[in-house]
């Protein structure tokens, strides 16, 4: 008995509620009864959320794309493939579906509609009457998924010209994962234990961690995620969750040519999201940033740099506390040599790996180490208040006024946008309605823009004021937490210094000595600490490349290259407070 392979199909995920599978399944099996064919579990397909007229479900990676490769591999001879409808197969035009045709019918695979009770047998050509049909109930197929597809884009559009109009909540029919639909166009609320996943992930954000570190802080404490058979998070997810605009209440459209405030619940501060996408934008602009490690132990990574050759410096470790050393284990007594001491040290990355140019000369012979241990400490003492004078530390006085300086820039940014798409409807078609809300935006305009002036001023005051007391105990409380036994209080600590110091420190130079000079503020601030560990030489407050080339000559006179480093950097700093 002769095999028969069962395609059925739908479009739309939503249509799995639907009786569509049901319908096509038993008319197939009507097929197969008529004509004797034997139905297999095994060569019976079933295509859900495919559309047949975009040519989904013959794309690469679908069930029926898969199907003809086995077709035109042979695999199939002598079997039938059985649908209800020649649409099923494609509804982009009589060519597509004539190819199908062709291609069964060459391969030793025959064809069977329940439409029509049509069967295109294998090895024979399609004749003339068949080919007319076909061409006739393909084009008629095609036009009604094009009739439709219109339509429904048409009242997607108007949809979206009320919401942008009225603020109803009707435009979309799929809300971000952490937002539910209420009933009966009731508007949306926020799955509380989901918005507080994406309000963590902004958190780590902001403290200066990556998506990939995100992603693996989030599978190590096993967040849940959101769909069912999900194997963990990943950075592309974490990567969306952290730019989409739906965080703080607002509908955009896929092109972005619509944009609606507080469409959605909001679960974060305009002010919050911009912070994090400035921290994003910070990883991205950094030349040397590279991947962190879990422990995030060097909080000079991508700042300190080789002063003979610019190379980057990596730290090693020598020693960590727990680890046995061997060249002072007495025998049989390994436990006396347990090391109670981290010991790392940084080294000329280009030194260390015997990095040679095109004519084979090494890089770098500055094999010098610098002790970390005794490097970050020093350099904290000297600028932690500088580099953590930001919006992480700041008064809630102030936090407050960045907040509403952040709301009262969207709203601007809003109202410019929607004066802006009212001309353009103007200049296509003059409507009386149009002018008036056109008046109404413009007296917005200009009290928003006399509020963000006045609220300016403010920040502006209250951005000058001194390091209170709370604000140096959180400090401290920093300084505590980058050693604190717990793995995941440490890990952000340090992460967040690292994120800080990287705004504050233009270079961080190490030379042969051992000594290190530090610039801050493109030579604001400069000094130098020793391998040892102790501040020898400082310099504050001035931009005079003269003047600061005489202090550096006295204090480095043995390097030349960092002398002319720092002053280059203290010209640039000139030319830019020119400007």
């Not at 076909?134 to 009320?162: C, G, M, P, Y």
């Not at 003047?547 to 480093?565: D, G, I, Q, S, Y």
Request: hydrophobic share 40%.
């Amino acid at each position: 008995m002769t095999e028969a392979i069962i395609y059925a199909r739908f479009s739309k995920a939503d249509q799995v509620k639907g009786h569509s599978i049901d319908r096509q399944l038993d008319n197939a099996r009507e097929v197969c009864a008529a004509r004797g064919l034997a139905i297999s579990p095994a060569l019976t397909f079933v295509e859900k959320g495919r559309s047949a007229f975009s040519g989904a479900n013959r794309a690469k990676g679908s069930l029926l794309a898969n199907l003809e490769l086995e077709i035109s591999a042979g695999a199939h001879r002598g079997r039938t493939l059985v649908v209800e409808h020649l649409d099923r197969i494609s509804r982009q035009g009589w060519q597509e579906v004539l190819d199908v045709l062709r291609s069964c019918s060459e391969n030793g695979v025959s064809v069977a509609t329940h439409d029509g009770s049509r069967l295109y047998p294998a090895g024979q050509a399609v004749s003339m009457i068949e080919v007319i049909e076909i061409i006739l109930k393909s084009e008629l197929s095609h036009e009604e998924s094009a009739k439709k597809s219109l339509r429904v884009r048409k009242s997607f559009e108007a949809k979206r010209a009320d919401a942008e109009a009225t603020g109803a909540k009707v435009i979309a029919s799929r809300p971000p994962s952490w937002i539910r639909r209420l009933p009966n166009n009731g508007g949306y609320e926020l799955i509380e234990e989901r918005a507080d996943i994406v309000r963590e992930a902004h958190r780590l954000a902001q403290m200066g961690h990556g998506t990939a570190m995100i992603a693996k802080i989030f599978n190590e404490k096993n967040v849940p995620t959101w769909r069912a058979g999900s194997h963990g998070w990943h950075e592309s997810y974490v990567a969306r969750m952290l730019t989409m605009r739906t965080a703080i209440g607002e509908y955009s459209s896929i092109k972005h040519e619509t944009r609606i405030l507080d469409y959605y619940p909001s679960l974060m501060t305009v002010e919050e999201f911009n912070r994090t996408q400035a921290s994003r934008e910070k990883r991205n602009n950094l030349a040397a940033r590279g991947r962190r490690g879990s422990a995030q132990t060097n909080v000079l990574q991508g700042l300190a740099r080789c002063a003979e050759c610019g190379g980057p410096m990596a730290m090693k470790p020598t020693r960590r506390v727990g680890w046995i050393d061997r060249r002072k284990t007495k025998i049989g007594n390994p436990g006396e040599a347990t090391v109670k001491t981290h010991a790392s040290y940084l080294k000329c990355n280009n030194a260390r790996r015997r990095i040679t140019d095109d004519a084979g000369k090494r890089l770098c012979s500055n094999s010098k180490g610098i002790r970390y241990e005794r490097l970050e400490p020093a350099i904290l003492d000297q600028i932690m208040t500088l580099a953590l004078d930001n919006d992480r530390y700041n008064s809630a006085e102030l936090s407050m006024t960045r907040t509403a300086v952040a709301e009262t820039d969207r709203e601007l940014e809003h109202i410019k946008e929607s004066i802006a798409n009212i001309n353009l409807s103007l200049a296509k078609r003059y409507l009386p309605s149009l002018v008036d809300t056109l008046a109404d935006l413009e007296d917005r305009l200009a009290e928003t823009t006399t509020k963000a002036m006045a609220l300016s001023k403010v920040l502006t005051r209250e951005s000058g004021a001194q390091p209170s007391s709370a604000f140096l105990a959180r400090i401290k409380a920093t300084r505590e937490a980058m050693s604190h036994p717990d793995h995941d209080t440490r890990r952000d600590a340090r992460t967040m210094v690292l994120d800080s110091l990287r705004e504050v420190v233009s270079d961080l130079l190490c030379d042969r000595a051992g000594s290190a000079l530090i610039v801050v503020a493109h030579g604001l601030a400069a000094f130098r600490v020793t391998d040892s560990g102790v501040v020898d030489w400082h310099h504050d407050s001035s931009n005079d490349p003269q003047a600061l080339k005489a202090l550096t000559t006295e204090a480095f006179a043995e390097n030349k290259n960092m002398v002319e480093w720092i002053v280059r950097r203290a010209k640039q700093a000139q030319a830019a407070k020119a400007l």
